[in-house]
């Protein structure tokens, strides 16, 4: 289950061997010419195990990966560190807090040979304004209106916009004069010569492959030194992927691989690297309106309880690294780290500390070694996770364990992955498994695990909130957050979350989800690394206007 | 199956209690037994002989055999040998439980829908043509897939859900020309009550044909519990043939050349088929003088 | 005339039954399938973000009105031929994603099913001449041990074997990333290139069924009075087995096989899954795991109508051929 979804959804075919068929080989390639790099093998581009043509930007769910080398956005973030990078705007202002204003890029054209204008920016944003089902960022709710005039598009927010600034320079612009002419735009698969302002063009597509070709008319073509991308299909089970991943077969791919020294880097060590960045947090969540939960001194106590080393060795094969309770995700975001904090908020695992601090807190054990709950009865509850995700089941053995040396008597419970999302979301658990964070929207970090207004009472659907963090003092640094348009004030504010994410425990962060990032240096130079982190894995614009031939 | 019928009616009423002895006589049979025997004793001592907990995953991760680890250890570190020995138990827990439960099943519903012919028998004959044509692997992947929980004794339902038809249909036709027999006839004369017809007539003339129904539906069962594990519908946590080669093939065992890890599974699967099958060939020849060895 | 009516009557109340549990297993299940693709797209160690699946549901559409409302509905599109959009492949619909594979899975396995019946029914009708002979024991005794083995773990060796060792051919798919889909020779010899392994693995199981329902039918048939007869006269042994045994072992091994074809939908899942063939039981199977429920439910119906209607013919076919049965069914 995992392999696929981290693989990038459950995926078809494998392509053949070079020279097996003779249909693929070295007649095909497109000759390099002076500092260029022929073509690149990409893995999955997505949309299924038979996918069809689909490069509607908005479509995020069945579009074909390609549509991201096609469609370029305001401005791009290194998701890595979270900074803005200009693009097809040069520039940005908050004239006031609820109106934003770009600047246009000037000399940008369409691959249709089209002037791209500031009124086509405009039109891209009226657009999934009217189509909720384009709007996968839900920014339609904040907008008020979005205007062109000459080089310039100001948006007007329904309130102060600052905390979703991150969304408001994320959405992709397409060309006025196609766009407006299609009768339904949901349902627009955009398959012939798809037009955008893009670095890429689509060459070539089958069930198996697609092939995009470099735009020479470009507007940063100076930067763009690879002549094709051949995205190649992945299989389902992801066997056959990392068989051809230790081949050599890819340039980069960004796949789920059990043992990525011995299968891929040892295999050809001054060419194949990998690169596995934090992504969400995955955190310990407890059902916070059921005692013990409910006590601060009794989470604050197992934030020493777990044995961070063993589940990111064991469970996580070693990939991941061990997640800070601030709720940021450091190295990445130590930026924004409140002042005093210890290792950036990382807390080892100390099981006799978590014992006294659990005694001290009123929960004894009793001569048979059961830990007791306050009114004196055996503490007794489950932790679920859900079957099939391997790696979660073996964290969670080791979580039990741990629980289980301290005296509580924990039972694992693995429903399907569907009946523990909808348990996790009616908050019918004790403990589980929740993700948060990750983003570069500091105040959607926050937001979504500890918001009032994303919590539900038990029974009823919460939308993220599901331990069901209640706090008037985290509301109003939120509001804080939300206003803040000044660095200044949102580290503030984002300072003041971290701590109470310290105090007060309203989850227990264990370890960063990993984003999968392979590369080969024998083509190319210049990927995003630990020691360059000008992007992150998924920053694909960023990352093909920095390679260069090897 | 017209032969089997037919020869299952004339050995029938003169069969003896004792066919045990008669299937020891065949020598592939006796091989199978033997065989069969086998695998329950790796399966009930498999604590005592593996050298390792299935899922201790303390061991180097993708290592090819050693003397420590006989054929090797899983992507995760677990020892491919200690599994391997787990897993019969799954195997056979799998094909007696489902075999049992739809060879009941098909037992229960065929005898009903034979002797009470009818009304009732236009009912069940329905739902069992039904059951026998509705396609069955897609139908375990949908049943295994969104059943709320995961687990040995779901895959167990679902073969069994799935199964138990083609055996009712035999079971029907056989009873509905047991039903007009001379000694039935007489029994019901006789005042005898229907259910004690049906277990001391009608029943033990029908022993063979349960004992292949049970065999064949053993059969079924440990290939669907491989197959439905294999395409990763199994419980992930139970030790099974199928899990353990669904974790081969996800966990690179051919790109880290453990072909032991890859072969030893499917080898073990196909002993126990072929115990079951041999056995099999005994009893077929039991009941249908045709196959007999000469 | 009263067995054509009942076998009528059987098809129409299985297919309502097959249609009734299309509409309901989706409906039976926990989870959104918005939430599910959200999940899916973003990887289970990201942060689902409520947005992107409230845009997922508004694209997908959700079904209005009670359940018997939504069954009438759902009764109205069928009958008209429409079944939905895909999920997994939105906008475009279930017809075309059905045509996308159906060729593929035709292809492969119906090529496979006729060469597996012949080879089957031949080697069957050897054994049965040359029954008691080594011969006779090799084919059986063969046969059976060749059945016990696992079919996807004969395929995965057979991977192993001859994709990945020896790098004779492809591991998998259906056909190069380099070649473009077209009725051209290019095209269909890096088909054929592609489809020998799966093809293969099918070929290596498929005839065990028909070589020992011929070999015990035709032993029998051998052992019927007319066949003694036969011998009494003095016709040579192959003309016997020939005229008496074969033709006549035959006939439930053809009635057989006209089920077999109808079950070719069906049986795929596992070799195309393997294979990573782009047929309709990959489709099954990944729309099975993806909710991807229009899908999912026509694929299924699809294949349910192709046993129902195969079982039909061989029902109606058998009716024709041999009034016994239908006596016997109407008694």
Known sequence: ?550 | MTAELSAAQASGASRLPGWFVILWRNRKCRIGLILLAAFTLVAVLAPWLSPYAPRDDSYAASATPSAAHWLGTTARGEDVFSQLLYGARTSLIVGLAAGTLSTVVGLVIGLTAGYLRGVVDEVLSFFINLALVVPVLPLMVTLAAYSPVKGLWLIIMVISVTGWAYGARIKRSQIITLRTRDYVTAAKFAGDSTARIIAREILPNMTSLVVVGFMGACLGAIGGEAGLAFLGLGDPATTSWGTMLNQANSGGAMLTGQWAWLVAPGVAFAGLMIALTLINFGVDALSNPHLRED | MRYFLRRTGFFAATLWAAITLNFLIPRLQPGDPAEAIVQRLRGQSQAVDPAQVAAVRKMLGAPEGNLLQQYAGYLSTLVRGEFGVSYTYFPYSVTHMIGQGLLWTVALVGVTQILSFVIGTLLGAWAAYRRNTRVDSVITLGSTFVGTLPFFWLALLLIYVFAVTLNWFPEGGGYGGGSSPGWTWLFFSDAVQHSVLPALSLLIVGPIGWIIGMRNNMVQTLGEDYARLARARGLSRPRIALTYGARIAVLPNVTGFAIALGGILGGTVLVEQIFNYPGLGRMMFEAVSNRDYPLMQALFLFITIGVLVANFLADVLYGVLDPRVRKEVAA
């Open chain 1, 1 to 550: 289950m995992r392999r696929r979804t981290l693989a990038g959804i459950a995926a078809a075919s494998v392509v053949l061997l070079a020279g097996c068929t003779g249909t693929e080989g070295a007649a095909r390639d497109t000759p390099a010419a002076d500092g260029m790099i022929g073509f690149l093998d990409y893995g999955d581009f997505g949309g299924g195990a038979e996918p069809q043509a689909n490069y509607n930007p908005y479509l995020d769910a069945t579009r074909l990966g390609a549509t991201d080398y096609l469609f370029e956005r305001l401005m791009l973030f290194n998701t890595y560190a979270c900074a803005p990078q200009p693009w097809l705007a040069t520039a940005y202002e908050w004239t006031d807090p609820r109106t934003l204003a770009f600047t246009i890029r000037q000399g940008v054209k369409w691959t249709d040979g089209q002037p791209f204008t500031a009124k086509d920016v405009a039109f891209s944003y009226n657009l999934i304004k009217q189509h909720e089902a384009l709007d996968t960022q839900g920014l339609g709710r904040y907008l008020e209106a979005v205007d062109a005039t000459a080089d310039t598009v100001t948006m007007r927010f329904k309130s102060a916009g600052a905390s979703v600034f991150t969304l408001a320079v994320n959405v992709p612009v397409v060309p006025e004069h196609i766009w407006s002419k299609v009768p339904d735009p949901v349902t627009f698969v955009n398959a012939d010569n798809p037009v955008g302002t893009g670095p890429f063009t689509v060459k070539a597509m089958n069930r198996q492959q697609l092939t995009i070709a470099r735009n020479p008319g470009y507007w940063q073509a100076d930067k763009v030194k690879v002549q094709e991308i051949r995205f190649h299909k992945a299989d389902a089970q992801g066997a056959v992927e990392q068989l051809k991943l230790s081949r050599g077969s890819y340039d980069h791919n960004a796949m789920f691989v059990p043992d990525i020294k011995k299968a891929f880097v040892d295999r050809d060590p001054k060419n194949n690297h990998y690169w596995y960045p934090p992504g969400g947090t995955i955190s310990f969540y407890m059902n916070l309106t059921k005692p013990p939960f409910d006590d601060v001194a009794f989470r604050k106590a197992l934030t020493t309880a777990f044995d961070h080393r063993t589940i990111i060795d064991k469970a996580q094969l070693g990939y991941v690294k061990q997640a800070s309770q601030t709720g940021l995700v450091v190295p990445g975001q130590e930026a924004w780290l409140p002042q005093g904090v210890q290792d950036q908020g990382r807390i080892g695992y100390d099981q006799s500390a978590a014992d006294a601090a659990l005694t001290a807190a009123g929960y004894r054990k009793d001569a048979e070694g059961h830990r007791l709950g306050k009114d004196g009865k055996p503490l007794a509850f489950t932790f679920k996770t859900p079957s099939g995700w391997t790696d979660w089941m073996s964290a969670a053995q080791i979580i039990v364990k741990n629980l289980q040396a301290l005296g509580f008597d924990v039972d694992l419970e693995t429903p399907t992955p569907e009946t523990y999302e909808r348990d996790r979301a009616i908050g019918s658990y004790d403990t589980l498994f929740g993700v948060h964070g990750g983003s570069c929207n500091m105040f959607r970090n926050f937001s979504e695990p500890l918001s009032a207004d994303q919590s539900a009472p038990v029974g009823k659907k919460a939308l993220s909130n599901f331990v069901r963090w209640n706090d008037e003092q985290t509301e109003g640094l939120l509001e804080e957050l939300r206003v803040a348009t000044d660095e200044t004030a949102q580290k503030q504010a984002v300072a003041g979350l971290s701590k109470i994410m310290v105090d007060e425990v309203p989850m227990i962060p264990i370890w960063y989800g990993a984003k999968w990032f392979q590369y080969r240096t024998s083509k190319a130079v210049g990927w995003p690394n630990e020691r360059d982190t000008y992007a992150g894995p998924g920053d694909n614009l960023l990352i093909v206007t920095h390679l260069k031939p090897a």
